[in-house]
């Protein structure tokens, strides 16, 4: 499956197996929700999750793909940057971060090779910044965040994470690697009431499930 999706995604076989489980996870314990991804590149991802719930006879669930669709980002704050040394990072497995930005119009064109309904399939275009609180996206059950940057998924973070149901599924492509990304993931969780635990999935990426909130003290 992930052979199919090669061509089209930046990301690495260890984080697209992540998704992968992640999607049968939630068919398998009847996890409601939408797939969300922000940073879509070349569609890859939400390809392997749209064939993935395919394969599960799984077709009725939303999937939105967050992007510019033409590589255009914000201005890197002080945050941003690699982590780690150059040395260490070319020694390193992870996913590929080469501007690659793909057209909206061909995402959407390789999305419907894989059969899953189109009705299912939003693509949203535009800075996450201007977009996420627009987007109704109702319950997330999958949340995937891959844009790089410490104000986009400090975004994602304070929009989506409190949409991301209880069991539902967070993956943190660029955390480890990209600084800003983790920066911003650290400091939203800092101050969570009930952070999850972030397992590593290789040099980059972190995968979590949403606790379910802890009951008032009495």
Request: charged share 20%; with cysteine.
């Amino acid at each position: 499956m992930f052979n199919d999706v090669r061509p089209f995604t930046l990301t690495s076989k260890s984080m697209a197996f992540a998704l992968y489980q992640a999607v049968n996870y939630i068919v398998a314990n009847d996890i409601s929700g939408a797939i969300v991804e922000c940073g879509v590149a070349g569609g890859g991802s939400m390809m392997l999750a749209a064939t993935t719930l395919l394969a599960r006879d799984r077709r009725d669930r939303d999937l939105f793909l967050f992007d510019t669709f033409d590589w255009s980002f914000e201005n890197p704050t002080y945050h941003d940057g690699f982590a780690g040394t150059p040395d260490r990072l070319a020694r390193t497995p992870g996913s590929n971060t080469q501007p690659q930005g793909v057209g909206v119009n061909d995402v959407a064109a390789r999305m419907a090779t894989t059969g899953y309904p189109t009705r299912q399939i939003r693509l949203v275009r535009g800075m996450v910044q201007d977009t996420l609180a627009v987007t109704d996206t109702g319950d997330v059950a999958i949340l995937r965040l891959d844009t790089d940057f410490y104000e986009s998924t400090l975004c994602e973070l304070e929009t989506l994470y409190p949409r991301l149901v209880p069991g539902g599924v967070l993956i943190l492509d660029d955390y480890g690697k990209l600084k800003g990304a983790t920066a911003a993931a650290d400091e939203y969780f800092a101050h969570c009431q009930d952070p999850p635990l972030l397992h590593r999935i290789e040099t980059q990426g972190r995968i979590a499930t949403k606790p379910t909130p802890r009951a008032p003290a009495t």
